[in-house]
């Protein structure tokens, strides 16, 4: 004879009933979205996307040198001011981590950093199969060999000279955006002709 289900443990958030949503919040025993599991809920599919971003990025075929990859790193900080002055310091963003022991850069690396790979390939995604400049284009191979990544860094040294793709790169002006269409009747305050009209039977 089966046995039936245990009750679930006091706090323990109330498992799905038949027919559920597998999607939905889980659900406090009070009836309400569980805060903390919504929470882990929301940490893990951050850490899938950020485990699949760095995936997209092959592993080094040698040891890479700090140099080559901070130089990879200050053209695509160049390129991010270009296209947006007032927008993130990629260049601190992005800055290779010190070594735990020594606290300094190390002068090699066994493989480039998972966020700055990240960013440079989907600066190719936007720029070479978005935008369509081809001349631009480099393959993920190149960030596995210190010969590739000064390549690399050369393209978006180019992106970066490149005025038509800067511009397209480039956030919308607000002040450049149309005015909002005026709001006409009672909101402004004001009397439309229909409410004129209204009034004057009144």
Request: a negative charge; zero cysteines; hydrophobic letters at 40%.
């Amino acid at each position: 004879m089966q046995q039936p289900p245990l009750p679930p443990a006091p706090g323990a958030p109330m498992p799905p009933g038949p027919g559920a949503d597998p999607m939905a919040p889980p659900m406090s025993p009070d009836g309400g979205p569980d805060p903390a599991a919504m929470a882990q809920m929301v940490q893990e599919q951050d850490d899938a996307m950020a485990g699949a971003a760095a995936a997209a990025v092959p592993p080094a075929a040698e040891p890479l040198q700090s140099n080559r990859v901070e130089s990879l790193i200050d053209a695509v900080a160049g390129l991010a001011k270009k296209v947006d002055p007032n927008g993130l310091d990629l260049k601190t963003v992005l800055a290779i981590p010190p070594d735990p022991e020594t606290g300094k850069t190390p002068k090699k690396l066994d493989a480039l950093p998972p966020q700055l790979g990240t960013v440079v390939l989907a600066l190719h995604d936007l720029v070479v199969l978005k935008l369509k400049a081809e001349q631009h284009a480099f393959t993920p191979g190149d960030l596995t060999t210190n010969t590739g990544i000064l390549k690399v860094s050369g393209k978006i040294d180019g992106m970066a000279k490149d005025k038509e793709l800067v511009a397209q790169l480039a956030p919308p002006d607000p002040a450049e955006a149309p005015p909002p269409p005026e709001a006409t009747g009672p909101e402004t305050g004001e009397l439309d002709q229909t409410d004129q009209d209204l009034m004057a039977y009144a």
